[in-house]
Structure formats: C-alpha cells, structure tokens
C-alpha cells in the first residue's frame, strides 16, 4: 500500500533561515507526490507536484521540493523563511488505480519566528 | 480555495442528531471527495465519487452517508452512528486527465455536544 511519512509534528525557524520539511514515501511503482499548505481554520492550498521529470520542483510562494528515488524522500525547502510561512504542511502521494485517492501524512507544523 | 464551497464554515449539533454538510463546485471536475481532519492525525477518507449516481466508501465510511444527484453537488451526512463526529470536514475535487492534485474547498468544522 502507498504511503508517506512526515517524522517532524514541529520544525521551529528563524525568519530569513533556509527551512526544510521532511516527507519520506512508500509506493510500488512510480509515485506521484504533492505537496500542500494549511493555515488556520482553512482548507489546503496545493504547493508543488512531482510526477516525473526534474528531481528538483518548483512551487507556489517560492517552495520547492526535491524528489531523491534512493532515499524515497520528497522534502519541501524554502531558501529564506518568512512568518507569514508558519502553517501546517502535509505531503501526499496519489494511491494506485483509476480512484485518484492521495494519501496524506499526518503533517507538519512550521512555526517561523521573527 | 477556487471554486470549491462547504457550508456552513462552523456547525454545532447536540449528539444524536444526523447533519448534512455542503459541498458545491463549479470547476466542472467529475470527481469528488470527502476527508476528515483530526488534530495529529492527518486527513482520512470518508467517500469518494467520480462520477454522479456513484460513490465508494474511503477508510472511515462507518456513521457516515453522502448522494451525488448532480456533477456539482456531494452532501456529506453525519449520523448518529458517529462514535466522535466532531471534527473539521474538507471536500475536494480533481479532474481525469489531470495530475491528479486535489482542490479543496474552506472546510466545515463540526462540533456535537
């Protein structure tokens, strides 16, 4: 069964820092990876998508994610921080089949202080 | 959040009641979705539609019913059965065809006491 993994619940930067979260898959076959942002009592925004291609994506706001096959990652960069930055951030990969189901991790919290 | 609309954006119940949630899109995607947020937990699939007259049961189904009458509707019912029904409730949409990311709509956030 498709799975990710986000083994952070908080990644705590200062403004201005590169951040980085983390977001580790479990796919047979090749994986189609997103991906997105939530803030406070909203739904998500979609960032980014990896389907195939360049290992390194660019996203909304100027997020980008790199696709490493050996290490079965997807982590979401940002090479400065802002605070308006700090929300949650959930990975997703689609599951297999015709359903177009994806299936999310559990989150992460990124909390960027001034 | 695009065209994509739930209502109400909160909603309160007393326990033993059955509430429906709204869920409208006017992107024209075929497909549509039901998720459930919990704190820690991540979003869980409730019901998924990819076409209208026809739905499939996600991972949580259980104290839960939705119809798809119209392409752009896909109203989530939470019935009594619901052990914890309280929750933040998220619809989203995806076209075939497509990359297959999600859009989703502002969420509706369920409390029953």
């Known amino acids: 069964a498709q799975s990710v993994a986000q083994p952070e619940d908080q990644v705590n930067v200062a403004e201005g820092n590169p951040l980085t979260v983390k977001c580790t898959y479990s796919?047979?076959?090749?994986?189609?990876l997103f991906w997105y942002v939530q803030y406070p009592n909203r739904g998500l925004q979609f960032l980014l998508k990896y389907i195939t291609g360049d290992n390194l994506v660019k996203g909304s706001y100027g997020f980008e994610a790199e696709f490493n096959k050996s290490q079965t990652s997807f982590h979401l960069k940002k090479p400065s921080a802002l605070v308006s930055d700090s929300a949650l951030y959930f990975c997703a990969v689609r599951d297999g089949g015709a359903t177009n189901k994806l299936i999310f991790g559990t989150g992460t919290l990124l909390a960027v202080q001034p | 959040d695009g065209g994509i609309t739930q209502s109400p954006k909160y909603l309160f119940r007393k326990e033993g009641q059955n509430v429906t949630l709204s869920c409208e899109q006017n992107?024209?995607?075929?497909?549509m979705y039901w998720y459930r947020q919990d704190p820690g937990q991540g979003l869980r699939l409730i019901y998924y539609s990819q076409i209208v007259n026809d739905f499939q049961k996600g991972d949580i189904a259980e104290g839960y019913s939705v119809s798809r009458e119209k392409k752009e509707s896909f109203p989530l019912t939470v019935t009594s059965a619901q052990k914890n029904p309280t929750a933040f409730y998220l619809c989203?949409?995806?076209?075939?065809?497509?990359?297959?990311?999600?859009?989703f709509g502002p969420g509706t956030r369920l409390t029953v006491t």
């Open positions: 989203a949409t995806t076209t075939p065809g497509s990359s297959y990311e999600q859009y």
């Open positions: 796919v047979s076959g090749n994986p189609y």
């Open positions: 992107l024209n995607h075929d497909a």
